[in-house]
């Protein structure tokens, strides 16, 4: 069986994000870059796996040549190779024009199973996974807080407000997954070190087919035209009950005034 995990780099979410003026998208220099939280959920779903069911599991990576790091990264948890898709071109896509380029990332690989985490910590779009599912015509099986692969069949929990639902669907298929889905590990030194020398395959745009004029920021259907600093924190508003009945009425009003009620 062969798995395909995708992962972004995205801006630490404990850092100070800012907005670059000049092509008003997030400034991912400005703050230190990391693999997405999220994705380590995908990658722990893919180990166990590998080392289940001896599934062979490659990274998928969408970014700059800076983002390399992340790559090796998502590698040293125990992953078997990585590709990383990188050109300037691609600079500035939205949600959709991710997910063309992964689509055909993935259309020259061989894959039973893609494990995407369900959303990115820096965009929370939750439609890239989807999106690539429908840009290939495969079955989309999200938000899945249990997986389990038995021969040519994929089943999976998927959490939604009033529980889960079981649902399956034959192999290949694409699958995204919940943090509630497992734990994830930590790197073990060996993996780390193992990861520095893992094969990793470095392609561009063109090498994969993408139509550049489909994606990028000039293709971008999100588009951000503008956007102003965080004000300062402002004192909060202290509501006092002395017994006259009128707090309740003040504490009404001023959720109004917020637009809470």
């Known amino acids: 069986m062969k798995v395909i995990v995708p992962v972004k780099r995205v801006p630490d979410t404990a850092g100070e994000k800012k907005i670059d003026d000049g092509t008003m998208t997030v400034d991912r220099e400005s703050v230190e870059s990391v693999l997405c939280p999220v994705n380590e959920f995908a990658i722990e779903e893919a180990v166990r796996l590998k080392e289940n069911q001896g599934a062979e599991v490659k990274v998928l990576l969408m970014g700059p040549e800076s983002a390399q790091p992340v790559v090796r990264k998502a590698l040293s948890y125990g992953l078997d190779s990585g590709l990383q898709i990188t050109d ?10 991710t997910a063309k380029v992964i689509a055909k990332a993935l259309e020259g690989e061989e894959f ?5 985490g369900n959303q990115s910590t820096d965009a929370r779009t939750c439609v890239v996974p989807a999106a690539v599912a429908e840009i290939l015509g495969l079955p989309s099986l999200t938000y899945a807080r249990h997986l389990e692969v038995d021969g040519d069949k994929v089943v999976v929990h998927r959490e939604h407000e009033e529980g889960w639902d079981v649902v399956e ?10 943090e509630a889905i497992n734990e994830p590990r930590y790197p073990s030194f060996k993996g780390i070190m193992a990861a520095k020398s893992k094969p990793l395959d470095v392609k561009s745009a063109g090498d994969i087919g993408v139509d550049t004029s489909q994606v990028g920021q000039d293709s971008a259907a999100a588009v951000l035209t503008s956007f102003e600093p965080r004000p300062p924190k402002e004192a909060g508003t202290i509501v006092e009950d002395d017994g006259s009945g009128t707090a309740a009425s003040q504490l009404a009003d001023w959720m109004a005034s917020k637009k809470f009620v």
């Open 88 to 97: 300037e071109a691609l600079a500035g896509s939205d949600a959709i024009g």
């Open 112 to 116: 039973d199973l893609v494990i995407f």
């Open 169 to 178: 669907s034959t192999l290949p298929a694409i699958v995204s997954v919940v």
